[in-house]
């Protein structure tokens, strides 16, 4: 019965393993693009406030009786962000989802109930074991216990025989049995998961690409504004820097100096910041592909080569051995 | 110095711009720029950052209705993310009740067992 259980799963249940792995690589590839647009659109909205205080001090230069600093523009407001990180963090939820699915085959509920199942069979097993040894090539258990008790009363003699169940089925033979209910679980697992994954994945796709898209979209806006305020922050400076050389200024030496070294490190962080942004649009790009190469894998009724079929045939072995090792022997 | 063209800046264009409108500001600011890096003359610096300002202020505009209209974009996104999540919830929810099917069969056998231990003629 094992052994059947076993060689059903091996048979139907072999593109699994590629399954969790493309689930974990989108997780892997979700990561990143969730973590630097967070911190991208923080630093957007910090340098444009930065940029802000600047521009007061020109308004206030040019006696601009039009400038008022509560109205002060914001690059993007708490609901704006609040709803790109909402949409990034649905993704992880999905993608966290996908990956529990697909790893639902190896799971400790499964397996804590497989081990009950087969340590309860102590009493079925006085009929089954024979068979079942018979079937998983086991030496058969020596350990029940037969009495016979002869008893003479007034001339009679009678007989009765008792048979205790002990140990009805060796640790061999239980784990045997647990490892093959373990297969049927994890054939009922990939049964229903391969049922109901693929198109859920599918139909996924397009609002993943979509998303991808604006979010690329939005960080390339993102992009364009913060090079402009850098620009324009590095243009102010050296104004201020150039009106504090004026004759009768009189500008402490190293204030001056001071305010000069600034501009070099505002350049710094202007090509950090662009660096940033064009390898979280890379991230954002491998998002996409990632997300496409997955929903690829579960329309394809599995195109691998013979070779990676029984290198999963292994893996799924390997899994059920492990599984089988972890039963204790008594 | 460099001299906008005046009839692009003092027009009002319509946002969202053109591509070719875009492209126009976009160049137009580019050499400003590089207008303001080439000196380190107080006048020019003075006289062309107020147009380097108007010009991005154009641009900016321009960037803001993407912004908004990407906003509108995630909104919508999120409802469709939600709504496969709560599929994928349901389905995770199918595969927990394989466990405990067979969580429960464990239950039943164990029950078995007791009434055949307990009643060795049943």
Known sequence: MAAMLVFGLLVTGCSLTPLAKRTTALSAAIAPVVDQSAAAFRDAVALNQLRADYEAVVAYENKDDTYNPRNTPVLLSQKDIQARLAVLAALQVYSKSLTEITKGTDSPELDAASKSVGSNLTSLGNDLAPSIESVLGIAASPASTTTTTVTTVSGSTSTSTSSTATTALSPAVRNGISTGINALGQFLVYRTVEKELPGKIVEMDPHVQDLCNVLADDIQTLQRIESRDYDRILNLEKQFILEDELPGKNVNPQEHRAEIMKLPEIARQQREANEKLASLREAIDKLARTHHALALEVQQDNPETLKQKLAELADVGSNLGKFYSSLSAN | ?122
């Open chain 2, 1 to 122: 110095m460099v001299g906008p063209p005046l009839s692009i800046i003092h027009g009002t264009p319509a946002i969202p711009l053109s591509p070719e409108v875009r492209a126009a500001y976009e160049d137009l600011r580019t050499k400003i720029q590089a207008g303001i890096d080439s000196t380190m003359d107080l006048a020019t610096t003075q006289a062309l950052n107020p147009w380097w300002a108007e010009v991005d202020q154009v641009l900016t505009k321009d960037d803001l209705y993407k912004l908004n209209a990407d906003t509108a974009a995630f909104n919508a996104l999120l409802q469709q993310i939600n709504y496969t999540n709560a599929g994928l919830k349901t389905l995770q929810g199918q595969i927990t009740s394989i466990a405990s099917h067979f969580a429960m069969a464990a239950d039943i056998i164990a029950a078995i067992d007791k009434v055949l231990t307990l009643v060795p003629g049943v």
